[in-house]
């Protein structure tokens, strides 16, 4: 058998090594052009990626009640966010706070749900269930 084996195998291990190295041309070629073929994302899409804990509950209702000045907002803390000044997530009780700092006050529909029977039921619910 010889040298012949091992050349076939050198020369099978190079075709890889080039094939490896022109794969990965081509994905940072198509990495290079992926940012000019997607849309910029929004200020609200950029708020709302960071946001976690009913942060979007919150985003809406200031939304419905203060259009303007939550576009205002949104474009100031999208403005932090991309500029990396704002790094960590935004609770919805986070921004409910932003709000009312500059403000802005409104209320949020809240609920108290309690366990029974293995099953999330409002504290009113079953309060009222007792009574009968």
Do not use: C, H, N, W
């Not at 099978?12 to 080039?18: C, E, I, S, T, V």
């Amino acid at each position: 058998m010889g040298d012949g084996g091992l050349k076939t195998m050198e020369e099978d291990a190079d075709l890889k090594l080039l094939e490896l190295r022109k794969m990965e041309e081509l994905r940072k070629r198509l990495k290079a052009a992926e940012p000019a073929a997607r849309k910029e994302e929004t200020d609200r899409e950029v708020v709302e990626r960071m946001l976690y804990d009913r942060g979007t509950e919150v985003l809406e209702a200031a939304y419905s009640f203060y259009p303007a000045e939550t576009d205002r907002l949104v474009r100031e803390l999208a403005g932090m966010i991309r500029a990396g000044r704002l790094r960590d997530r935004i609770a919805g009780g986070e921004l409910l706070s932003i709000f009312r700092q500059v403000g802005l006050r409104f209320r949020m529909k809240t609920s108290i749900k309690v366990m029974d029977q293995g099953k999330l039921v409002d504290l009113s619910e079953k309060l009222g269930k007792k009574e009968g």
